[in-house]
């Protein structure tokens, strides 16, 4: 046994509980051991390959599958994440948003629309693009996600790896062997920890840097200290080239037979484990249901004179199976309720977060001139709501997972059952509000219209000192002049501070009708995600609620049939029901000996 895998252990136990389900007419349970074995059959293990701009990410994937498929620019960087996973033959697709769909392509244009857009080229708006490979790295389940580049902390590229970092298996970081790891790096890999259990930092290009070795001893003291990860070294042009030539010692110097250890044994093994046990806790659940099916009946077949009470016991049990699938249950207005104050918190820390920005915008605006810092300020104005949006975001996943703990709490039976967390989509993407129009008018006065002004109110400065004067019988003569030039330039200067006060009066309009937008989306967005996971819980324990009632009804029925039984009858249908019992108990051994 110990030489066999967990997932073919798995596999035999599951295939002993489906003839079981056939045997004791449980379709209910049939269903999910099935849905079991899919998920051991076609395991699927999302590893997140991030990191900052040019560091070697696209690099490092193709070096792992031994085929150029991630494109590779010294001058464009990956726009969208790439997809690579084990098919029978190599082929391509795009995933566009709009609408929502998979277009084959050819594998030779993957670049086109993987990598940003050059030279004034249209590309195609895409969520991303798949690659599929006969490789016996990624027969496993494995898939290989390469992600746009991190530029920073607070870049929605940031906030969009930090999403799918939280829905993967296993993150690899990637950093550059050029210098040592940077603070908004470091960042990164700690909350990246927090979101992932497991994390690797891997360090590219030693072919190209000599001083590696210093590197990496100093990215390892920067782990120590503020994020402990394992850090591994490798190059991806050695590793290439290894695999061209078959070269086993240049596969060795190149380090990767480390980093494909630790995605085999870390990675591939311990979600191995995981769906091995998640499918055999299934089948012992079954096991748990017909043992007490078969005990009630025994229960009556072996003492007549207690068979009524037996029978009684499981009515009264059969109206709390029932009251658990009404509307008034406690673990229904658990849920309930959590949802309607989840969905306020949300919203409330949503619009907390908002104004916020706002605020920091406004006091920005008031310190420049929106005609010398509106696109720098339109940069920072999408990259700090997508970082708010990722922290938003994650407090409604951490709370609706805190929900789903209360709710099973309530439900006793759901302890045989355990649920997966909550699935929270991708925000970054709503800081992004298409066809918004800033409605400002960036253009300073041009010399022409200066000039005009400036005569404007020199003239007007002047003609009237110079009127005042012949009424008081003084001629001003060139006076009048020095004053009208000094009349034109406070009238200049006067009509600039009114601009300035206009184009920060409009940008301070749209950063405001820009985070109304993202609000809204955003809002309406979140509010879906809860009432998914609303019907998510509700039908996960209403499925409980009715393979309970299922159990207890062949058991009543079973105890009622048994109290009716002639003496004769009740001893040849206890003989059975004990090898029933047995059979049923030797498969719970047997699962749980697949398990260890």
Not at 417 to 439: R, Y
Request: hydrophobic share 45%; net charge neutral.
């Amino acid at each position: 046994m110990t030489a066999v895998s967990p997932a073919t252990r798995a596999v035999s136990v599951l295939e002993l509980g489906l003839r079981a389900c056939q045997a004791y007419d449980r379709p209910d349970a049939a269903a999910k051991l099935s849905a079991a074995r899919d998920a051991l059959a076609d395991p699927v293990l999302h590893v997140v390959v991030a990191g900052e701009f040019k560091q070697g990410k696209s690099s490092l994937v193709n070096a792992l599958v031994g085929a150029a498929v991630c494109p590779v620019d010294d001058d464009v960087a990956t726009a969208v994440p790439t997809y690579v996973r084990h098919g029978e033959k190599p082929e391509a697709s795009v995933l566009t948003t709009e609408p929502p769909a998979r277009e084959p392509i050819e594998i030779s244009d993957v670049r086109r629309y993987a990598v940003e857009q050059v030279d004034g080229e249209p590309r195609p708006r895409v969520a991303g693009v798949e690659v599929r490979l006969p490789r016996k790295i990624l027969a496993g389940g494995l898939v290989l996600v390469d992600t746009p580049g991190v530029g920073g902390l607070a870049s929605p590229h940031a906030a969009a790896s930090l999403t799918a970092v939280s829905m993967a298996d296993a993150v690899i970081f990637v950093t550059g062997a050029a210098q040592e790891l940077t603070r908004s790096e470091v960042d990164f890999l700690r909350r990246a920890r927090a979101l992932c259990p497991v994390v690797v930092c891997v360090v590219t290009k030693t072919d190209f840097y000599p001083a590696w070795r210093r590197i990496q001893e100093l990215n390892e003291r920067h782990l120590a200290e503020h994020c402990p990860v394992p850090l591994m070294s490798v190059s991806s042009t050695l590793r290439s080239r290894a695999v061209k030539a078959n070269d086993s010692g240049l596969n060795a110097e190149s380090g990767f037979q480390q980093l494909v250890k630790f995605l085999t044994d870390q990675v591939g093994s311990g979600v191995a484990v995981r769906l091995a046990t998640d499918a055999v806790a299934e089948v012992v659940a079954l096991c748990d249901q017909l043992d007490a099916q078969f005990e009630a009946e025994r229960a009556a077949l072996a003492d007549p004179a207690a068979a009524q009470l037996v029978v009684r016991g499981l009515t009264e049990v059969k109206a709390r199976v029932d009251a658990l699938k009404g509307a008034a249950a406690k673990w229904n207005q658990t849920l309930s309720d959590g949802i309607a104050d989840l969905t306020s918190d949300v919203d409330h820390d949503l619009r907390t977060r908002i104004r916020a920005v706002i605020a920091e915008a406004d006091t920005a605006i008031e310190e420049s001139d929106p005609a010398d810092t509106w696109p720098e300020m339109e940069a920072w104005l999408q990259s700090r709501v997508a970082e708010e949006l990722l922290a938003n975001y994650e407090l409604l996943r951490r709370r609706a997972s805190e929900l789903g703990n209360r709710v099973g709490e309530h439900f006793l039976a759901a302890s045989a059952s355990l649920m997966g967390g909550p699935a929270v989509p991708d925000p970054t993407a709503l800081a992004t509000v298409d066809d918004f129009q800033h409605k400002i008018d960036l253009t300073r006065m041009r010399v022409g219209k200066q000039a005009m002004v400036a005569l404007k109110n020199a003239y007007g400065g002047a003609l009237m000192f110079i009127i005042l004067g012949s009424l008081v019988g003084v001629q001003l003569g060139p006076i009048g002049i020095g004053i009208g030039l000094v009349m034109g330039h406070r009238g200049l200067r006067e009509e600039k501070k009114r601009q300035v006060q206009r184009r920060r009066a409009e940008a301070r309009n749209a950063i405001r009708r820009y985070c109304d937008e993202v609000s809204f989306a955003a809002g309406h967005d979140s509010r879906n995600t809860l009432r998914r996971v609303q019907r998510q819980l509700r039908d996960h324990y209403s499925g409980l609620a009715d393979e309970l009632n299922r159990t207890n009804a062949q058991a009543l029925a079973s105890a009622s049939e048994a109290a009716k039984r002639t003496q004769q009858d009740r001893e040849s249908r206890l003989q059975d029901v004990e090898a029933e019992l047995t059979r049923i108990r030797q498969l719970r051994h047997r699962a749980l000996e697949a398990i260890g």
